[in-house]
């Protein structure tokens, strides 16, 4: 597989989506809870960061109108049993529907790598990233991985730092990445910096404040980074 490759099956996978509802765990300035933040925007404004109050509120009135129907389209997890099974019920969702997190967007960057014939099944994984983590992305490597390779790394900067990471693919659309993963680190920190300054929220269950809206930098960043052990599968 080439990292040209690996961007368009991102690319393709972020467009799919894009003609739908998106995803359900993003909002734009909303506190814990999901109200809105409107000091927060107003604090902006007068700072001099953002020229007008009302657009930005109008986009995140938006996001949230989109997240909400993403949530009530999703494919219920008791409706498909693989990732394939999930692919399939993707795949005939009406375009005004499609709806998908980090764990459907990983699975259509796994068939598109698989159909288009970039990489065999058993060099296309399935990664999630678990507790306190709660994400997912799709791993392409050149060779099939040894057992020792598909032992859990303990975080994603340990799995960045492993001796064939910059022989292997990342392929995250939710993230809008796409790079060696070695450089995954970098890039989602940036990502994750970026959507800070935009005044994004995560949808995350394990932090401090229980279940709720986190911003996408400090404590989800960190946690993401550093504390939540990857598993691997490989899908042949």
Not at 82 to 111: D, Q
Not at 121 to 129: A, K, R
């Amino acid at each position: 597989m080439l990292l040209e490759q690996a961007n368009e099956v991102k690319d393709k996978v972020r467009k799919y989506f894009a003609k739908g509802n998106k995803s359900s765990n993003k909002r734009y300035f909303v506190k814990h809870d999901g109200t809105y933040d409107i000091e927060e925007i107003k604090n902006r404004t007068a700072s001099g960061l953002w020229s007008n109050m009302d657009q930005r509120l109008k986009k995140a009135i938006k996001r949230t109108d989109l997240g909400m129907a993403a949530r009530k389209n999703r494919p219920d997890e008791d409706k498909w049993d693989t990732l394939f099974e999930l692919v399939e019920i993707l795949r005939t969702m009406p375009k005004e529907k499609r709806s998908g997190n980090c764990m459907e967007m990983a699975a259509l960057s796994a068939y598109y790598v698989i159909v288009r014939d970039y990489a065999k099944p058993d060099c296309t994984h399935f990664v999630q990233i678990t507790k306190p983590g709660d994400h997912a992305f799709c791993l392409v490597t050149p060779n099939k991985l040894s057992d020792c390779d598909l032992t859990p790394f303990s975080s994603v900067t340990a799995f960045t730092k492993s001796a064939s990471a910059s022989k292997w693919f990342v392929i995250d659309p939710w993230l809008n990445v796409a790079c060696f993963a070695n450089e995954y680190l970098f890039s989602a920190h940036g990502q994750l910096e970026k959507w800070g300054w935009e005044g994004k929220r995560i949808a995350w269950k394990h932090g401090s404040q229980g279940q709720g809206w986190y911003p996408a930098t400090g404590e989800y960043r960190n946690k993401f980074e550093e504390e939540a052990p990857l598993s691997i599968d490989a899908l042949g």
